[in-house]
């Protein structure tokens, strides 16, 4: 039988982990809408700084990795304690994995010039970066209050990234063939968006993560995968009638 005093030292030590998860959660949703703001508005000096403070990001994450590794090796916890432990380590790993894909979009949003991008795509870029920052906020929430059936509804919403980068990807394809003069300029925004729609997947994980540490198990369903973009050939243009 535990001791009551162990029992919450060890608490209390999972109580610090989670802060340290908090706070590299905001900073990392931080650096990803710094980032999207300075390639849409064409703000260097934004992008710059997103670029410099990824290394802050990097700290934290090694510092919450020395804190989970002398609570394993100071209170040698087990079963579902233990797991709990290497679940909060992972979740540390996927916002690490954000910030360097939101330091990705500020180094790209420093090669391409305001105004570049048509308006249509502008808020296609908006619409798909807003609801991957909203899943990555909700999905630490349900971290930080362990709501088993909240983080389930929030895995869904990556269903409709996928489909949103999907529609995405088929207009800047299509516009990379009607106007090859800004090709560097859509080649980084697919790049950018890729990367968009991959920190909606981290914040899915971070929302899996977050239902088995609440339930002691992993969601039973698997994750639907909707984005199609990698399936799409290019339009080819009609062919010329031949004279005779």
């Given amino acids: 039988m535990s001791h009551p005093h162990i029992v ?18 905001e900073f990392a949703a931080t650096q990803f809408s710094d980032a999207v703001r300075a390639l849409l508005k064409g703000d260097w000096s934004l992008a710059q700084r997103v670029i410099d403070q990824d290394r802050r990001l990097d700290a934290l994450r090694i510092e919450l990795s020395t804190a989970a590794a002398t609570v394993i090796a100071r209170r040698q ?12 380590f992972r979740i540390a790993e996927d916002v690490e994995r954000i910030g360097d894909l939101a330091k990705n979009i500020a180094k790209r949003a420093t090669t391409v010039s305001s105004g570049q991008f048509a308006a249509s795509v502008v808020v296609r870029v908006e619409e798909l970066a807003s609801l991957a920052s ?47 003069a800004q090709a560097v300029g859509l080649v980084h925004l697919l790049f950018c968006a890729k990367n968009i729609e991959r920190i909606g997947d981290h914040a899915t994980h971070i929302a899996e993560a977050a239902y088995q540490i609440a339930t002691g198990h992993r969601p039973e369903s ?17 062919k010329k009638p031949t004279r005779r």
Avoid at 230 to 236: G, M
């Fill in 8 to 25: 919450k030292a060890f608490d209390e030590d999972l109580g610090a982990l989670t802060r340290h998860i908090a706070t590299m959660g």
């Fill in 134 to 180: 909203h899943l990555l906020v909700s999905a630490l929430k349900t971290f930080l209050e362990r709501d088993a059936e909240r983080a389930l509804a929030v895995r869904q919403q990556d269903e409709r990234i996928d489909q949103l980068h999907t529609a995405l990807f088929a207009e800047l394809v299509t516009r990379l063939s009607d106007d090859p």
């Fill in 222 to 238: 698997e994750r639907k995968k909707l984005d199609e973009s990698s399936k799409l050939a290019p339009q080819r243009p009609p």
């Fill in 77 to 88: 916890p087990v079963a579902t304690d233990l797991d709990e432990v290497l679940t909060t």
